[in-house]
């Protein structure tokens, strides 16, 4: 692109996003005019074949241009809607790290304490969904592929100047969330730990079609013991937990990434129940003093479409959000009563 092409796109942005200061337009123009400098110079070192994606305004005028390099489209590749299990990295361009999904790579600034990989909801029919557009161009596999979004298609105009660098892997395509779950965890229950039958709670007490069985609660119980009676409210339980995300990747495709081991003595009251999710809860109240069980938890009765987050302070000054439990995940536990104390023999 040469120079009076620059001048003209960085023009239409400044008009584009409202800025009507002569001095800072002028600034603005040099920033972006070295943005553009910055990211070609980067792109001429690049030795595999470049996708070049230009995005228009609704009326017509080039905005930029995205860049994909260093993929594989040979695979399977995302249409225009449905969803992707992936890991990224995210970065500004001069190496800055924003985010990733990898613990490894992480620091207090990235997103997925635990790590990946997470859902992605790609929606290609939306204008300016880069993510989604770059998984129609990067298969799925150990490859993966990289992307340039230079800062005026990002649309952080505190960030004029810092084009953004991905780097995407697909793990798999997905079209519809609850049945791969339901899948996975069958397949978890029969594939990994051989358990046929197990506890079923559902979310209510009636099930209106066939399609909610994906949200179903499973509580197999793989070592009984002596006890003689169900985990009831206002217990006190002494025991022992093993938790995880179950997903898609890995070993036989079903991996347990472990987030802890705790040996935790509780009173199973409303007020601890408040605090737990919906399955867990009541994948307990199946189980009895000595025994050991693996409770798998859906999204639907953990913690849904939105995840868990805490806040953390970036930089000493910015709170941002970070994810302690990713949005759809699917839970696992493993589980040892101990002990299981009832009110009226409460011991000191």
Same mark, same amino acid.
């Given at each position: ?43 001429? !070192?690049? &030795? ?5 994606? =230009?995005?228009? %305004?609704?009326?017509?005028? *080039? ?6 390099? @260093?993929?594989? @489209? ?14 990224? =990295? ?13 613990? =490894? !790579? ?13 859902? #992605? ?24 592929? =990289?992307?340039?979004?230079? %800062? ?22 997905? @079209? ?11 397949? #978890? *229950? ?24 994906? &949200? +179903?609660? #499973? ?32 070993? !036989? ?15 199973? @009251? ?10 867990? +809860?009541?994948? *307990?109240?199946?189980? !009895? ?19 868990? &987050? ?39």
């Amino acid at each position: 692109m040469n120079k009076f092409l620059i001048l003209l796109s960085s023009l239409f942005a400044l008009t584009f996003f409202g800025c009507n200061n002569d001095e800072e337009e002028l600034d603005l123009i040099d920033t972006l005019e070295n943005e553009k400098i910055a990211i070609h110079e980067y792109l001429s !070192q690049i &030795t595999t074949p470049i996708l070049y994606l =230009e995005y228009y %305004s609704v009326k017509g005028m *080039l905005i930029d241009t995205v860049f994909i390099f @260093n993929y594989d @489209n040979s695979g399977e590749v995302a249409k225009d809607t449905g969803w992707v299990l992936m890991d990224y =990295e995210k970065f500004y361009l001069n190496g800055d790290k924003l985010d990733t999904t990898s613990p =490894e !790579q992480g620091d207090s600034t990235f997103t997925y304490a635990f790590g990946g990989p997470v859902l #992605y909801r790609y929606d290609t029919i939306k204008k300016y969904d880069y993510v989604a557009e770059a998984f129609r161009h990067v298969s799925v596999g150990s490859m993966g592929g =990289e992307m340039i979004v230079p %800062s005026i298609l990002a649309g952080d105009k505190n960030n004029y100047g810092k084009p953004l660098h991905y780097k995407l892997k697909a793990h798999k395509l997905i @079209n519809d969330v609850k049945v791969n779950e339901y899948k996975l965890i069958r397949s #978890y *229950l029969v594939d990994v730990i051989g358990v046929e039958n197990a506890f079923v709670d559902f979310p209510t007490r009636e099930i209106s079609s066939i399609g909610e069985r994906d &949200t +179903v609660t #499973y509580t197999a119980i793989l070592e009984k013991g002596t006890g003689d009676r169900d985990i009831q409210v206002g217990d006190s339980v002494l025991l022992e937990m093993d938790y995880g995300l179950l997903d898609d990747v890995g070993l !036989q495709n079903r991996v347990l990434r472990s987030m802890g081991r705790d040996s935790i003595y509780f009173l199973f @009251n409303e007020t601890w129940q408040k605090n737990y999710p919906t399955g867990l +809860v009541k994948g *307990l109240q199946h189980l !009895q003093a000595g025994d050991s069980a693996h409770i798998i938890v859906p999204y639907g009765m953990a913690y849904g479409a939105v995840g868990t &987050t805490r806040e953390i302070t970036f930089r000493d000054r910015t709170k941002l959000k970070q994810y302690l439990i990713p949005p759809y995940s699917t839970l696992w536990y493993w589980v040892r009563i101990r002990k299981v104390v009832p009110p009226k023999t409460e011991e000191e």
